[in-house]
Nanobody, 125 residues
Framework: QVQLVESGGGLVQAGGSLRLSCAASGRTFNNYAMGWFRQAPGKEREFVAADCWNGGITYYTDSVKARFTISRDNTKNTVYLQMNSLKPEDTAVYYC??????????????????WGQGTQVTVSS
């Protein structure tokens, strides 16, 4: 079992930055691939970013490429999502997710086994 707790959300103006954190506990963190998803009001949950279990390769949905960066610190059992140049359309609840799988580039929510509770990100125009 893996427990995930997100933090770092908040209200920011367009063009600003936020860094989300997701702290994991319960199992060996570096055996898990991590992902970030988001869900805006009235919309389906969508993939944002993911890494491989070894953290070496990262993947992004097109709308956040060059603005968002996923990274991890295995010594702290934490994965991050650095979000720069934020836009109002980035407003959503952001969720981190974990899966124990040695394949990469998984973008469906059903590919992930564990989820955090979510953190709200609001970008004002």
């Amino acid at each position: 079992q893996v427990q995930l707790v997100e933090s770092g959300g908040g209200l920011v103006q367009a063009g600003g930055s936020l860094r989300l954190s997701c702290a994991a506990s319960g199992r060996t963190f570096n055996n898990y691939a991590m992902g970030w998803f988001r869900q805006a009001p009235g919309k389906e949950r969508e993939f944002v970013a993911a890494d491989c279990w070894n953290g070496g390769i990262t993947y992004y949905t097109d709308s956040v490429k060059a603005r968002f960066t996923i990274s991890r610190d295995n010594t702290k059992n934490t994965v991050y999502l650095q979000m720069n140049s934020l836009k109002p359309e980035d407003t959503a609840v952001y969720y981190c997710a974990a899966r124990r799988d040695y394949t990469c580039d998984k973008r469906q929510g059903t590919d992930y086994d564990y989820w955090g509770q979510g953190t709200q990100v609001t970008v004002s125009s």
